[in-house]
């Protein structure tokens, strides 16, 4: 961006520091805070960062803020008016305690082809591919010694390879 303003090109750069997800609620927990306690401490670490290294934006907000909701909403309404977005069936490992949906690196299970325990779901060893949540077994929420069930969630899918 720092380049395309210093040759005169009009632009508009928005940011924004996640405030949504297991890591975060996982990680505030951990610390005896709460999620947007720990979002804004990290907001404030990232502006700084940004700050350092003369990295400005015209927009720069968390992502449970109204502003970014404003321009989320405009953006997913625009590609879902020209057929851009599309809904698909898939299976997601969630917490047997709390029902939380995980991402792959909070689960840890068996490997179904070489049996190697304790993999991470995302990296099985011994294998060079995803395994998909029915495949692998015996899965527990890493970090916190739960077993996992695995429900059948509507994904809204952006295929980013049209653009």
Known sequence: MRFLRLIGEDVIYMCASDAHGTPIEINATKRGISPKQLVNEFHERHKEDFDGFEISFDEFYTTDSPENQRHCEI?????????????????????????????????????????????????????????????????????????????????????????
């Not at 299976?91 to 047997?96: A, G, L, R, S």
């Not at 949906?101 to 490997?111: A, E, S, V």
């Not at 011994?126 to 429900?151: K, L």
């Open 75 to 163: 953006i997913y309404l625009r590609a879902q008016d020209r057929g851009h977005i599309s809904t698909r069936e898939i299976e997601q490992y969630c917490c047997e305690v709390c029902g939380r949906f995980l991402p792959d690196r909070y689960i840890k299970g068996t490997c179904p082809k070489c049996g190697a325990p304790g993999s991470i779901r995302r990296r099985l060893r011994g294998v060079r591919r995803n395994i998909p949540a029915n495949r692998s077994s015996r899965c527990q929420v890493r970090y916190m010694r739960r077993n996992t069930v695995s429900a059948d969630i509507q994904a809204l899918l952006f295929p980013t390879q049209r653009f």
